[in-house]
């Protein structure tokens, strides 16, 4: 029997993927997985038989993911099961920063009781005109699940639209539409462009990569949209550039005092995956990544582990290692099951950064004799018997 808790509300339809070995608990301390959402963990103590986190969404910066794997706790994402709703929004920001679409709606209500509204609207309308985006240029920065969805989409409404991400994938390139323009230098997005959406994580390489350098370089009048992680742009100098004129409007999805309220700002609170759709997506997700962890030992979009896929196990046994990067591990594991006469049938070993995870097929179900020692070998941070 599995235990699971949730420290956010998890849609339904995905804890219903739980078979009836998963049983819910409301204290972290009893449980093997974790979903969640957006709650901060980096204050919670993990408890020792905690082995896995799900989080129901892209970003993982509320999971404190090096305490998690010194411990040897696999934390997942759900990379993409949101993202066509985080598109959707991407583009309703640009059409309301093209046309003053809210002042105009802002206006119907002030004069709700005027009994010639119709007629005062003729007069009015032109206080909200604002131009169509086909035709403009739209410069994505990060060509990820939502990048490449928000870019192909950008090409179907009629806009030219310049892509830069020099990590693509595989899999983005092959969605990315040919009418997108893959470039190598950045700046050329920031020179070029009309509309420029950010798309990337939050690192310490891109936090702040919209500052007021990059904005000096952008074109006059230009709308910066950030649906991403409200840390990677500056939005003091982008206020700055907002009242000197050289920002038309800023787009954002993230709340806080500094933008709130500000002239030129669309803020929104934090909507882009708020869709039935994209919880439902990412509850689904989330939960097979959890089963196919606990049950299989596959590990299937971690953030700080390795991938590793070994399908479902037809031997005698499966242990799961999870252990520090360094060199002779194998060895050490070999030797072990070795000594114990175990055969093992079947391996994968895989690395990321400093941590491994080696999963092993034995011919012989593991005793606690052989898990003691595994555990004892200097590196290795949890052993788990699969099967």
């Known amino acids: 029997m599995y235990s699971y808790t949730c420290l956010n509300p998890i849609a339904g339809v995905g804890l219903n993927l739980f078979s009836d070995d998963y049983k819910k608990t409301e204290e972290l301390k009893d449980a093997q997985a974790v979903l969640v959402r957006s709650a901060s963990m980096h204050e919670m103590e993990l408890p020792e038989g905690l082995e896995a986190v799900a989080r129901a969404g892209a970003g993982v910066n509320n999971i404190p993911l090096d305490k998690c794997a010194n411990q040897g706790i696999v934390v997942f ?17 640009m059409l309301l920063a093209s046309r003053d679409i809210t002042g105009g709606i802002e206006w119907v209500k002030a004069n709700k009781d005027e009994a010639d509204i119709a ?15 086909s035709g403009k240029k739209l410069g994505v920065i990060g060509l990820g699940a939502i990048g490449v ?19 693509i994938s595989v899999n983005a ?14 700046e050329d997005i920031y020179k ?23 904005i000096a370089k952008m074109k006059e009048g230009v709308v910066i949209l950030n649906f991403a992680r409200d840390l990677l742009v500056d939005e003091e100098a982008v206020l700055k550039a907002i009242a000197d004129g050289r920002v038309k409007k800023y787009v954002t999805d993230f709340a806080n005092p500094t933008t709130a309220g500000k002239d030129g700002v669309i ?24 089963r196919d962890y606990l049950e299989n030992g596959n590990i299937v979009h971690s953030v700080n582990f390795p991938d590793c896929n070994m399908g479902g196990c037809d031997k005698a046994g499966r242990v799961a290692i999870l252990h520090k990067n360094i060199k002779g591990m194998i060895g050490k594991y070999s030797t072990v099951f070795g000594n114990a ?10 690395s ?8 092993l097929d034995i011919g012989t179900p593991v005793t606690e004799e052989v898990v003691a020692q595994l555990k004892a070998i200097e590196g290795v941070l949890k052993v788990r018997v699969v099967k």
């Open 77 to 93: 994402n759900t990379p993409g099961a949101n993202a066509n709703g985080v598109k959707e929004l991407v583009i309703a920001g």
């Open 173 to 186: 390139a092959w969605s990315l539409s040919r009418n997108v323009k893959h470039i190598s230098n950045v």
């Open 352 to 359: 990321r950064g400093d941590y491994a995870y080696t999963l």
């Open 341 to 350: 006469d175990i055969n093992i049938e079947d391996m994968t070993n895989k």
């Open 267 to 290: 803020l929104t609170p934090h909507l882009g995956a708020s869709t039935e759709e994209s919880e439902d997506n990412c509850a689904m997700m989330a939960v097979r990544e959890i």
């Open 149 to 167: 969805l928000v870019a192909n989409a950008a090409t179907s409404l009629g806009m030219e639209v310049l892509g830069y991400d020099p990590y």
């Open 119 to 133: 007629k005062l609207s003729e007069k009015q309308k032109k206080n909200f005109a604002g131009s169509e985006i």
């Open 192 to 214: 070029e462009c009309d509309f420029i959406t950010v798309h990337v994580p939050l690192l310490d390489a891109t936090k702040g990569m919209i500052d007021a350098d990059s």
